[in-house]
């Protein structure tokens, strides 16, 4: 939003300061300034609009100047006469259907009209702000927008049969060309100036075409109203229509306003348009307009809230200048709040808190550390569970990535994951950001694929959340860990390290074929990994349709689960040491080619003993040689060697009597 | 006797002459074995007349004792110079880099996301997760932005079938932390946060932020002062730090405030970084609105709070003067393995 230097100074007469001290007061005080740049012999000063959206009073120039006054203690001057307005019959008939669609709308009548520029000093005015001077009549529209703020539209009286307007929702297939040309479909959330015969505006949005002033307009309606803020906003979006009326009624403008934009055209009808004639009264229909209760607020409150002291006629002072009413009672004001910042803004006495602060200067508040209570925080133990693992993981040699929540449906179908059973974004900026993930793996493998053309070899992880569709209310967002180790040779250290990391992790973790391998894993080379008898993750070698080159390995976890299954995951229980040393022996069973060592282990353990696995042996005609080791000891006595002997010879008439052969 | 002194002094010739370990043995062996010449020498002793035989058995012990004394200086020579020359051998160049596996590293969000965690853990705050797929009413309803309200246009936002949507702000864990946590509280909630914008050099759709919140008694602009002043300067490592508070509208906080921080660049006249202003905006902050503290279920004649919002991908580009926020999330390992 541009305010013109020049036009705040008219506004405040005795204004003193230069436009850059103007700009850094109201950044202090009022809204964020983002600039002062000299225009001719003016200066814009340019405020952000998001540090507005809750002031609709400063979308004109008399607003900012009441603050602008405020600040430099100067007296504000009301540009507007409001003995102006006509009294008497009427030429303009006006009807509201609905007066939640519209509280006020107010009209005047001119004829002899005669369409020409603007005087030199308006048409400046409008060009410093922004807006294209186009001819006397809409200019004056334009400065009561820019002044006021009132956006007001004026209709060729001609091409309005009889002189009526209806306030009233759109109804299903009414279109409406606009100024701009354009042809709207409208439907009934929004809101018309109607003619008895159909549209003639779309309702703080833009005027229509039908009824625009031209060269030959020579009688002329203005109208100045107050739209429900959120209908217009809804229109505007809908319809892709911003303009600065709709950029202004939508904040909620004062309907007290309407009044005032209509005898500001009056006055300035007087010099831009001598000839004209005013003619009847002012049609003004509206609702009876509701005051807000005074705020009642208690000094001693107030100044614990800012957190210094201040006193109560400061704080008169300082409401008073910006257009609040002040009723003092012993330590506690009621304060009524002026229309202009009723609609939205000023509800609570919270908000005089502001209104007070930021009038003082936040500066002079002395900073205090605040009286706490010692409590000992709650430790968030999901945090911690991740930040150990990311550690590790990091001392290991793994860097950690973060990557997008996004999937496209490519994706989600290149890797047989369902698109249907993602959650969907209703507006993704881009086609491959259509979709929730539900596995970090399309994420990972995409690093990948990336890092694959600047390294060798490397390795990566993430920690993030899959997030799954259900069937109603949040979806259910699940922890996941996922690691990666890429190397460009042919070998199998990746599954080798990534399976040490695993049981790291999870003590005891096995590692169990998993017969159901996804499009992107090597179907010879997945396991589940179970812990605490439940899965929890995979293990995997990347397709090599899916990594063409090199080996990638990666482990999928979820940590979620693990977690839940860690806390009901006893703490290890202490046995004694032993005091008498301990025997061992090597065993070497020979399998068939595809046999699992996890089998050998299980039916050694059945015969009652816990093996250590050793070494895997191809032999050349293609079986295998396990060599396992077994460690035997006794709490009492040291072990003869007749006994570990007969242990051993017991050992292998199990296994052969489960089947298998032993190497000699 | 002359035989005696002969045996000495050839012995303590060879010995002195020995080349190797091995060849010094051999002499030992035989100068002082059980059968070498100097046990020959002391045979023939018997021959001699006994008055003679008691000096020329002085002699023979002072022989003995100085070839073997002899020996042992040669056979530590050897010993010592054997040391000397496998040490010498064994210079190795440690300057070389390890081998085997290189560090990872921490990816800077989780790094400064860590380090903010531990200093808030140690003012007594609880560190608070919320989901990344937030309802309506949490992200905007009960933060005091209603569906009429203009706010809901200054986030873009990101909406999901099902009427859900991705969270725009880290906020709504306020709501969830009211609702779970005692009075007075203190909590913060790190996460990932999604605005619906297109990304590049300085904008990004997804990003972290830091919420914190604050709740007590009696807590007051002051208060709130003095609390970010002493956070961020831990934050950025200073003693102090000069900030100033300017209004922000935030409709959950109410009063809002923009928190600038003194230009840690230039220090205040102006420069490139701090766009000729010397203030650098940091992080929005204000008191907690009576209406959130409602949907909280906090009465709010008893209670009172305040809340910030700190921008952790903002941090993390601020401290390693990174100049394209796209970095963040590329995964790519040429920019992750800096940090």
């Known amino acids: ?664 | 006797m002359d035989q005696l002194k002969e045996v000495l002094e050839s012995g303590l010739a060879r010995m002195n002459g020995a080349e190797s370990v091995e060849a010094l043995e051999a002499v030992r062996v035989e100068v002082l074995g059980r059968k070498g010449v100097l046990a020959e020498a002391g045979k023939s002793m018997g021959k001699l007349a006994p008055e003679e035989r008691a000096s020329a058995g002085k002699l023979l012990n002072a022989a003995k004792q100085q070839l073997e004394s002899a020996y042992e200086a040669k056979k530590s020579a050897f010993q010592s110079a054997a040391l000397q020359s496998r040490l010498d051998a064994e210079w190795l160049d440690l300057t070389a880099p390890a081998s085997g596996i290189t560090p990872g590293a921490l990816h800077p969000i989780t790094q400064i996301q860590t380090e903010i965690e531990e200093l808030f853990v140690s003012m007594g705050f609880t560190v608070l997760d919320g989901p990344e797929v937030e309802t309506e009413f949490h992200n905007f309803d009960a933060l005091n932005i209603p569906s009429t309200h203009p706010a809901r246009d200054m986030q873009d936002t990101f909406w999901l079938e099902g009427g859900n949507l991705l969270r725009t702000h880290t906020s709504p864990v306020q709501i969830r932390g009211m609702k779970s946590l005692p009075l007075p509280l203190r909590m913060i909630a790190p996460g990932r946060v999604f605005r619906n914008e297109e990304v590049d050099a300085s904008h990004e759709h997804t990003f972290y932020q830091l919420e914190g919140m604050m709740i007590d008694r009696n807590v007051s602009i002051a208060n709130l002062i003095y609390f970010m002043k002493t956070l961020l300067a831990k934050i950025f490592k200073r003693d102090d730090v000069t900030v100033r508070l300017r209004p922000g509208y935030f409709p959950f906080v109410e009063p809002g405030f923009e928190l600038d921080i003194q230009c840690m660049v230039c220090g205040g006249p102006g420069c490139a970084v701090c766009k000729h202003s010397g203030w650098v905006e940091l992080l929005p902050c204000g008191l907690v609105h009576p209406n959130v503290l409602k949907f909280g279920g906090i009465n709010s004649d008893e209670w009172g709070g305040f809340a910030f919002g700190l921008g952790l991908t903002r941090l993390v580009m601020m401290r390693y003067a990174i100049d394209d926020i796209r970095w963040i999330n590329s995964g790519d390992l040429r920019f992750l393995n800096q940090f």
């Open chain 1, 1 to 664: 939003m541009k305010f013109s230097y020049h036009w705040l100074a008219e506004l405040v007469p005795g204004l003193s300061a230069d436009a850059k001290a103007v700009g850094a007061e109201i950044t202090m005080k009022t809204a964020e300034c983002d600039g002062v740049d000299a225009h001719g012999e003016d200066f814009i000063i340019e405020i952000d609009n998001k540090s507005l959206t809750h002031r609709p009073d400063l979308w004109g120039h008399f607003g900012m100047a009441r603050e602008v006054a405020s600040h430099f203690r100067k007296e504000l001057k009301d540009p507007v006469d409001l003995s102006l307005l006509p009294e008497g019959e009427s030429k303009v008939t006006i009807k509201i259907e609905n007066f939640d669609l519209c509280p006020r709308f107010s009209a005047v009548y001119f004829e002899n009209v005669k369409v020409a520029p603007s005087p030199q000093w308006l048409q400046q005015r409008l060009e410093a702000v922004g807006i294209n001077p186009i001819n006397n009549i809409v200019d004056i529209t334009n400065y009561a927008m820019a002044l006021l703020p009132q956006p007001m539209h004026a209709f060729d009286a001609d091409k309005v049969k009889d002189h009526t307007l209806i306030a009233r929702a759109a109804r299903d297939g009414e279109t409406c060309t606009a100024l701009n040309d354009e042809s709207y479909e409208l439907d009934p959330s929004m809101i018309v100036v109607a003619g008895v015969d159909g549209p003639l505006a779309i309702a703080g949005v833009m005027g229509g075409a039908s009824s625009m002033i031209d060269d030959t307009t020579s009688r002329v309606i203005f109208e100045a109203a107050n739209w429900h803020p959120a209908s217009i906003r809804k229109t505007s979006v809908k319809l892709g229509l911003r303009t600065d009326a709709s950029a202004r009624f939508e904040k909620a403008l004062d309907p007290e306003n309407t009044v005032r934009g209509i005898a500001l055209a009056i006055q300035l009808m007087k010099e831009c348009c001598p000839d004209a004639k005013l003619v009847g009264g002012m049609t003004d229909v509206y609702r009876p307009l509701i005051t807000p209760d005074a705020i009642e607020v208690d000094l001693v409150w107030l100044q614990r809230k800012l957190g210094r002291e201040i006193e109560q006629k400061e704080v008169v002072s300082i409401l008073t200048s910006i257009g609040f009413g002040v009723v003092e009672s012993d330590e506690k004001l009621k304060v009524s709040i002026p229309s202009w910042r009723a609609t939205k803004d000023v509800s609570v006495k919270d908000d005089l808190v502001e209104e007070v602060g930021r009038m003082i200067g936040y500066a002079s508040i002395t900073p205090q550390p605040p009286m706490m209570a010692v409590n000992p925080p709650v430790i968030n133990t999901v945090r911690r569970f991740h930040n150990g693992i990311r550690r590790m993981l990091a001392d290991n040699g793994y860097t950690e990535v973060q990557n997008y929540s996004f999937v496209s449906d490519a994706e989600a179908n290149l890797f047989e994951m369902d698109p249907a059973s993602h959650v969907r974004v209703l507006n993704p900026i881009a086609e491959n950001q259509a979709l929730l993930r539900t596995s970090l793996i399309p994420g990972i493998y995409g690093n990948i694929e990336e890092n694959r053309k600047h390294f060798d070899g490397f390795r990566l992880f993430e920690i993030g959340n899959e997030i799954h569709k259900q069937p109603e209310g949040l979806p259910q967002e699940v922890a996941h860990l996922a690691v990666a180790y890429f190397a460009k040779d042919d070998g199998i250290a990746g599954l080798n390290e990534l399976k040490r990391i695993v049981v790291s992790l999870l003590d005891e973790a096995e590692f169990v074929p998993a017969s159901d391998a996804r499009v992107y894993e090597h179907p010879a080379r997945v396991v589940n990994i179970r812990w605490q008898e439940k899965e929890v993750g995979r293990l995997f070698e990347f397709h090599p349709s899916f990594v063409e080159q090199g080996r990638a390995a990666v482990i999928d976890l979820n940590l979620t689960s693990i977690q839940q299954l860690q806390e009901a995951h006893p703490t290890a229980k202490y046995v004694p040491v032993n005091r008498f040393p301990s025997s061992s022996f090597d065993l070497a069973v020979i399998v068939p080619a595809r046999a699992l060592v996890s089998d050998l282990s299980r039916a050694i353990e059945g015969l009652g003993h816990k093996p250590e696995f050793i070494e895997d042996y191809r032999m050349p005609d293609g079986r295998r040689s396990l060599l396992f080791r077994m460690t035997l000891s006794r709490e009492d006595r040291t072990l003869a060697g007749e006994e570990v002997t007969a242990e051993r010879t017991r050992l292998i008439e199990g296994l052969r009597a489960l089947g298998h052969e032993l190497r000699a």
